[in-house]
């Protein structure tokens, strides 16, 4: 997945440091947006209470700015990362931040971003608890894999 990665870089202390800042500035930015923040605590229960703000905004009863988007879904890194670590990487136009999280033993790619523009398009036929077990077996299992 991103192995190439390990034999041509060392991981950047600083830009890590960098990147969770920013994800968690998005993360409070999201927060800010939402009414009710008491079950959202980044703990992996919070994942459905994510899921349920987000239906909100599907069904047209919150307003979410697409920098809000964004943030919902680096809450949902930051949730992963707490509790299993990783690092943040550049990926792609769809993703362009993932966490990788296993290396170098395994891979696991999580991408929230596409994951959470579909649950905001497509409504509860894309939930997130479901998506984010997924991510937690990958994880378990230490089996590389891309979460998407």
Not at 60 to 84: D, N, S
Request: proline share 3%; hydrophobic share 40%; aromatic share 10%.
């Amino acid at each position: 997945m991103f192995g190439f990665l390990k034999h041509t870089q060392q991981v950047d202390e600083e830009a890590q440091d960098e990147f969770i800042e920013r994800v968690n500035g998005a993360a409070a930015a999201f927060l800010a947006a939402v009414p009710d923040t008491s079950a959202l605590d980044y703990s992996i229960e919070s994942i459905a209470a994510l899921d349920v703000v987000l239906e909100e905004a599907y069904q047209g009863r919150l307003a979410l700015t697409p920098m809000q988007t964004v943030g919902a879904a680096a809450y949902l890194y930051e949730v992963g990362r707490r509790h299993y670590g990783g690092l943040y990487e550049v990926c792609d136009d769809e993703d362009p931040v993932v966490l990788v999280t296993g290396e170098p033993d395994f891979e696991v790619c999580l991408c929230a971003i596409s994951k959470v523009e579909r649950r905001l398009r497509n409504g509860a036929a894309d939930t997130l608890p479901e998506f984010f077990q997924h991510y937690v077996r990958a994880v378990t299992a230490r089996t590389s894999d891309t979460i998407r």
